[in-house]
């Protein structure tokens, strides 16, 4: 049997398996409108303290917004800032150590005033960041701030005691079109500081500064030619509960992405196993969730439906984990919308894993309820 038709038969009795399993249904809410197109800097987390998530977009270089949660078809928006020097990246952090989460776009930085107000703008000498991501890196309890631009590089920074000021930069490694979000960062090799996957490599933390990076070239998944050479989304994690970290990557910027997860198969990051979840697509996979959606116990992935999709219509997915990892049901849970840089979290509190997105090409932004009772 061909490679095509054993993955297509995986598929079908996943399917059988996972009608049988209910999968959740997730309902589709507009959030709002920006007024501008290219969102990026997508982020969901607590801002005003209320107990449930908040959802931060930005315009590539221009205004970057919070929209309030309040109810699942009720999302006030507010402006956070405006002039953020930024291509796509952002991430909330706390950046002062006052214990609200502030927003961080590329070179930009903008403190939460703890209410619906302006939040004040500070630079921080960043790349202009196509990703970031934020991790403790040296162990302090303070986060840093890892930021990719295909220019420039990839770079961690470290804020230090005064962080209106410009931050500390060392660099990692060249850049490349996207590669280190959606969540780039974890204990790749066992020794107990954080690690940065970027696409097609993975760099180690070689003393727990952050400071000091070795690499290994020992992800060769992702398409190595062309525009977009080497543009991932990736999610490091512990998928096969060995107590190990492996990564999920998804190609993104491809209109015919594909979607494997790498076994960590020596739990050092050395020898690594391809487990294919899609291993022909046809939508460009420009988000990548990982999440028990279903409340199984296991984790599913969700990806589809970015904008360099050249089918008719773009779709997005949840790629059901039915069989250890093994095997996967598909499940569209999107059509017709694009989707670009989702996250996922329980954002209203209720016990499951819902999904926010956005998209690129115009400037809707939406939420999709996950209804499993």
Known sequence: ??????????????SVLSVQAQFPEFKYHEIGRTGEMLLGQSSLADLDRDGDLDFVVGASGSSIWWFEYQSADRWPMHELGSNA???RGGVTMDVDGDKLPDQVSGGSWYKNPGSKGMWT??????????????GDLNGDGIPELIALSPQEGLYVYFMG????????KVKVDDGVPGGIAAQGIGDIDGDGDMDIVR???WYDNLDGTGTSWGVHRTLGFVQSVGKFARSARVYVIDMDKDGDMDVVQCEANNPKSRLVWHENKDGKGINWYIHPVVSEGDQDMHSLCVADF?????LDIFTGGGPATEVLYKRSFIYENVEAGEKWAPHEVLFKIENTD?????????????IVS???KDDLVYYLENTHK
């Open 161 to 168: 005691s005064k962080p209106d000021k410009k931050w500390k």
């Open 199 to 201: 696409s097609d490599v």
């Open 121 to 134: 703008r500070y630079e921080n000498g960043s790349v202009y960041a196509y990703d970031n991501q934020a």
């Open 85 to 87: 020097f930024t291509d």
């Open 294 to 298: 279903d409340n199984d116990g296991d």
């Open 1 to 14: 049997m061909n490679t095509t038709k054993r993955w297509a038969g995986m598929l079908l009795m996943g």
């Open 342 to 354: 989702a996250v996922a979290a329980d954002v209203d509190g209720d016990g499951d894993i819902d």
């Open 358 to 360: 956005k998209t690129w």
